[in-house]
């Protein structure tokens, strides 16, 4: 009852989340049906630096005036399960999580799921208490109800439940992955209500498996690992060295204000990179743009997450290793050409994710269900994966959310 009830609720608050996400996107850009990019690239360029102007400082004082007035009180997923008891605070939760929707809306280079991610757990925390549940099932709650709330505004069912298993619990057993099943499954079926049941990325073709694709895989697998080790590196320093004091309050205005000129240039780093990885996936661009993007997009978000803003890394993770792929795709068919770029970026999406999370099955299942393609060029996903995976283990063995842990506030 407590897993289904957990499922309800995080359907609910992840359909409402991205209400909120998409009316900020609606009145900052005018993005309605024609698509965030398509609505950014159309905006002046003066308004998209004061947007993200405006998302720095309502963020900065925003989370300034939350944490102020809730200090002691824990608001982290990661840490609840990892270190404490499950316990979270739910109104410290729901205010991080709305704030962290609008700076996304408003063009803020971090990941949409943070906040439903987050409300997942906090949900689960307190019906752990109607419940009357104990200590260690009540972690395992938390943990469902947090996958749950990626699943849910991803329609990932699936993806949302390894995450559970593989990056919060740490173990892939019957006991954890039943309930993981149910509580994704219940909420991604709630949050039909208002989210469609559609794939997040539509129009992708049905890649076929080719021999020079599944040599690609396997060379570029190591080369993934070590990037995403830099990559969880990047996190891990950024919130090590987070502003505190009156500093947080600036900093996020000055940060943001450096990813709307970038802007400028290259609107596809704004918001999350959804739309980055779907223009990868059909191949509508160059090796040179999705080189720069692979170089830009973790700067951005790391200028955001390193200003002290609370945001996803799933999605912008997700969109550097499908313009990986494709840059080094693109790079490798001049050597030896029959593979779309499309399959070259879905293989760099799957095993940046996989590295990174340190989770191999859960980035897979997760870039199949986000496409609904792919299935005939799983073999080199895989392959590339868990050499990514493998590589990262050994360097570092560290994830994008245990890097960043020791940053984060114990409370």
């Given at each position: 009852?407590?897993?289904?009830?957990t499922?309800?609720?995080?359907?609910?608050?992840?359909?409402?989340?991205?209400?909120?996400?998409?009316?900020?996107?609606?009145?900052?850009?005018?993005h309605?049906?024609?698509g965030?990019?398509?609505?950014?690239?159309?905006?002046?360029?003066?308004?998209?630096?004061i947007?993200?102007?405006?998302?720095?400082?309502?963020?900065?004082?925003?989370?300034?005036?939350?944490?102020?007035?809730?200090?002691?009180?824990?608001?982290?997923?990661d840490?609840?399960?990892?270190n404490?008891?499950?316990?979270?605070?739910?109104?410290r939760?729901?205010?991080?999580?709305?704030?962290?929707?609008?700076?996304?809306?408003?063009?803020?280079?971090?990941?949409?799921?943070?906040?439903?991610?987050?409300?997942?757990?906090?949900?689960?925390?307190?019906?752990?208490?109607?419940?009357?549940?104990?200590?260690?099932?009540?972690?395992?709650?938390?943990?469902?109800?947090?996958?749950?709330?990626?699943?849910?505004?991803?329609n990932?069912?699936?993806?949302?439940?390894?995450?559970?298993?593989?990056?919060?619990?740490?173990?892939?057993?019957?006991p954890?992955?039943?309930?993981?099943?149910?509580?994704?499954?219940?909420?991604?079926?709630?949050?039909?209500?208002?989210?469609?049941?559609?794939?997040?990325?539509?129009?992708?073709?049905?890649?076929?498996?080719?021999?020079?694709l599944?040599?690609?895989?396997?060379?570029a697998?190591?080369?993934?690992?070590?990037?995403?080790?830099?990559?969880?590196?990047?996190?891990?320093?950024?919130?090590h060295?987070?502003?505190?004091?009156?500093?947080?309050?600036?900093?996020?205005?000055?940060?943001?204000?450096?990813?709307?000129?970038?802007g400028?240039?290259?609107?596809?780093?704004?918001?999350?990179?959804?739309?980055?990885?779907?223009?990868?996936?059909?191949?509508a661009?160059?090796?040179?743009?999705?080189?720069?993007?692979?170089?830009?997009k973790?700067?951005?978000?790391?200028?955001?997450?390193?200003?002290?803003?609370?945001?996803?890394?799933?999605?912008p993770?997700?969109?550097?290793?499908?313009?990986?792929?494709?840059?080094?795709?693109?790079?490798?068919?001049?050597?030896?050409?029959?593979?779309?770029?499309?399959?070259?970026?879905m293989?760099?999406?799957?095993?940046?994710?996989?590295?990174?999370?340190?989770?191999?099955?859960?980035?897979?299942?997760?870039?199949?269900?986000?496409?609904?393609?792919?299935?005939?060029?799983?073999?080199?996903?895989?392959?590339?994966?868990a050499?990514?995976?493998?590589?990262?283990?050994?360097?570092?063995g560290?994830?994008?959310?245990?890097?960043?842990?020791?940053?984060?506030?114990?409370?």
């Amino acid at each position: 009852m407590a897993v289904v009830a957990t499922g309800v609720v995080t359907g609910l608050v992840g359909a409402f989340l991205m209400f909120v996400l998409f009316s900020v996107e609606h009145l900052t850009f005018g993005h309605s049906h024609t698509g965030f990019e398509y609505a950014v690239v159309h905006t002046a360029r003066s308004r998209r630096v004061i947007a993200l102007v405006v998302a720095g400082a309502v963020a900065g004082v925003a989370w300034y005036l939350l944490r102020r007035f809730t200090q002691g009180e824990r608001s982290d997923v990661d840490d609840a399960v990892w270190n404490g008891t499950g316990e979270m605070s739910l109104r410290r939760s729901l205010g991080t999580s709305l704030i962290s929707e609008v700076v996304v809306g408003m063009g803020a280079s971090m990941g949409r799921e943070n906040g439903p991610k987050l409300m997942g757990g906090a949900s689960a925390s307190v019906l752990s208490g109607w419940f009357r549940l104990s200590p260690a099932q009540r972690r395992l709650l938390v943990a469902c109800g947090a996958g749950a709330g990626l699943a849910c505004v991803y329609n990932v069912p699936l993806g949302g439940s390894l995450f559970t298993a593989e990056v919060l619990v740490g173990a892939v057993t019957l006991p954890v992955i039943l309930p993981a099943l149910v509580c994704s499954g219940t909420a991604t079926a709630t949050a039909w209500v208002y989210l469609s049941r559609q794939p997040t990325y539509l129009s992708v073709p049905a890649f076929r498996f080719s021999l020079t694709l599944m040599v690609f895989s396997v060379l570029a697998g190591p080369v993934v690992g070590i990037i995403s080790v830099g990559w969880v590196r990047l996190i891990g320093f950024l919130s090590h060295h987070r502003p505190k004091g009156a500093a947080a309050v600036v900093v996020p205005v000055a940060a943001f204000a450096v990813v709307g000129c970038m802007g400028i240039a290259y609107p596809q780093l704004f918001g999350n990179g959804k739309d980055m990885v779907h223009d990868a996936l059909v191949g509508a661009g160059s090796a040179g743009l999705f080189a720069v993007l692979f170089f830009l997009k973790p700067i951005a978000t790391g200028l955001c997450i390193g200003s002290g803003a609370n945001g996803g890394l799933f999605t912008p993770t997700l969109s550097t290793g499908a313009v990986l792929g494709a840059s080094l795709g693109l790079a490798w068919s001049l050597v030896w050409s029959g593979s779309p770029v499309g399959a070259f970026a879905m293989v760099g999406a799957a095993a940046m994710i996989g590295a990174s999370m340190q989770a191999p099955l859960a980035g897979l299942a997760i870039v199949l269900e986000l496409t609904h393609s792919g299935f005939s060029v799983v073999i080199p996903m895989l392959a590339a994966t868990a050499g990514a995976t493998a590589v990262a283990r050994y360097v570092d063995g560290y994830s994008i959310y245990s890097a960043r842990l020791p940053a984060e506030p114990s409370y």
